[in-house]
């Protein structure tokens, strides 16, 4: 029989599937936005190609090795890139009903110990229960759960209470945590920190409309897996931040 996982060891896990997202996200965009540019390069040689003098053997050579170039970019695209991400491609889920409150306790407990309790983070759950039952994926859930509350955690000063919002209806949960931001305390290596400095760098720049800190990856695809929603809008120092999850449930 496997043994339970203690906390050190849980926080280990939730992390390397936080950074394990976030890698495949990174790929995912690099990938995208390196194909557009070598669509344009490709069709423009062939431009270049009705225009140019086939006799100039001189600037033949020069489109072959456009072309070639062109095509060894796409070939690393999709045999490293493309092959990489396919290990987190499709994002199982194992739906199953469980008790939504357990859950809940459970979660916030984990973040507690992993960095909020060292950070003078009160992490605190604005209703005693639910008294839900969700068919949906559990683990799936409480790993997105963790990760928000863990990310709250890190873009909050000491003192701050990261606020817990459960709320459940017979077509869907909704998760939201509001806090005051901080972004300066992810950059601040005298505090002890879960996620690693790319990742903090990241969430501290300006965010294009609509995207999540690269971090929160792992949020945004369970949203998507349920087929719900996930916003992180930009955090704004001293303002109130919010991190939402809803996720569409089989049954309440």
């Not at 001189?58 to 489109?63: E, Y």
């Not at 889920?93 to 459970?106: C, N």
């Not at 997105?144 to 873009?155: D, G, P, V, Y």
């Not at 869907?172 to 690693?196: I, V």
């Amino acid at each position: 029989m496997a043994s339970t996982p203690t906390p050190t060891e849980r926080t280990a896990r939730l992390c390397a599937e936080a950074a394990l997202f976030m890698r495949d996200h990174v790929l995912s965009r690099v990938s995208h936005d390196l194909r557009s540019p070598l669509n344009a390069i490709h069709s423009w040689a062939y431009v270049l190609e009705r225009k140019i003098d086939s006799t100039d053997a001189s600037a033949q050579r020069a489109l072959t090795g456009i072309r070639t170039g062109v095509e060894q970019q796409v070939y690393l695209l999709e045999t490293l890139v493309d092959t990489t991400r396919a290990e987190t491609r499709k994002l199982h889920v194992e739906r199953a009903p469980f008790a939504l409150d357990a859950l809940i306790d459970e979660t916030v407990d984990d973040a507690r110990r992993a960095l909020a309790d060292a950070r003078g983070v009160s992490l605190a759950v604005q209703q005693a229960s639910t008294g839900a039952t969700l068919d949906a994926g559990r683990e799936r859930i409480g790993q997105a759960l963790w990760l928000m509350l863990a990310f709250a955690t890190e873009a909050s000063a000491a003192g701050t209470t990261v606020s817990l919002d459960v709320s459940v209806t017979a077509t869907a949960a909704q998760f939201e945590l509001q806090w005051p931001a901080h972004r300066e305390a992810l950059a601040d290596e005298a505090l002890p920190h879960l996620f690693e400095p790319f990742a903090r760098t990241q969430a501290r720049e300006p965010q294009e409309a609509g995207r999540a800190p690269w971090v929160l990856a792992l949020c945004q695809r369970v949203a998507e897996a349920h087929g719900g929603r996930f916003e992180a809008p930009p955090l704004v120092d001293g303002e109130a931040a919010t991190l939402t999850l809803n996720v569409p449930i089989t049954g309440a």
